[in-house]
């Protein structure tokens, strides 16, 4: 089945750290997301990309970068982390044209 | 601007009862509507959309949702609630043409047997 993954799934640092996140998708979609999820806050978007040479801030972007390798691949970093970027993190993708968001299974990131 | 609004952080049924999740959103023209579902450990899964035509529309594992304009709602609703459906529920709402999503803070699902 044509599908997202992320990686890795669970990952605790310490404060200060680089920190990847990484995204690939088999489903052929041109656009990419990253949402952190929050308890009571829903999902709020981080970075979004509706090709590899497109780049967009979201809600809350600052304190992370992302990169896009290729159509298939979208990388999250914070390049030094602080504790209240402890959260569960999502990749999405969909069609061009599409509003409709497929997800991955999310990374639980904890920073101490 | 887009809004969400779950107003229900929690709910409690009992296994075989009724469910109604409410959702109300704010946008200027008719947006397209998404419920989606997250199980414990998981990521979202796409449970219903609404984009136009019928505002009764059904979605998968037994799930429908009414959109009605006039009181800016897309509630969800199941007839009768199985243990499987104790999950996380979000809803969002996306501006035509624009890919992107907005989420609700979601409404946390428990079944009691």
């Known amino acids: 089945d044509a599908d997202v993954t992320q990686t890795p799934r669970n990952r605790i640092t310490k404060t200060g750290k680089r920190i990847m996140l990484e995204c690939s998708q088999t489903k052929g979609h041109d656009r990419m997301y990253w949402y952190r999820q929050d308890p009571g806050l829903g999902l709020r978007l981080i970075y979004y990309?509706?090709?590899?040479?497109?780049?967009n801030k979201g809600e809350i972007s600052d304190g992370y970068s992302v990169s896009r390798q290729a159509q298939a691949k979208f990388s999250l970093s914070l390049e030094s982390a602080i504790p209240n970027q402890t959260a569960l993190y999502f990749c999405?993708?969909?069609?061009?044209?599409?509003?409709?968001?497929?997800f991955g299974p999310g990374t639980r990131l904890t920073v101490l | 601007a887009q809004s969400v609004t779950q107003p229900d952080i929690h709910i409690t049924v009992s296994e075989g009862a009724s469910l109604e999740l409410r959702c109300n959103y704010s946008?200027?023209?008719?947006?397209?509507l998404f419920w989606y579902v997250q199980s414990p450990g998981q990521g979202l899964q796409l449970l219903l959309k609404y984009f136009s035509g019928d505002t009764l529309v059904q979605g998968i594992k037994g799930f429908e949702a009414e959109f009605k304009r006039s009181q800016s709602s897309f509630n969800l609703r199941k007839p009768s609630v199985h243990w499987s459906d104790a999950a996380e529920y979000f809803c969002a709402v996306g501006a035509r043409g624009y890919n992107k999503l907005i989420f609700g803070a979601g409404t946390r699902l428990a079944v009691h047997p």
């Open positions: 999405a993708t969909s069609e061009a044209g599409s509003n409709e968001q497929f």
């Open positions: 946008y200027g023209a008719t947006p397209y």
């Open positions: 990309s509706f090709d590899v040479k497109d780049i």
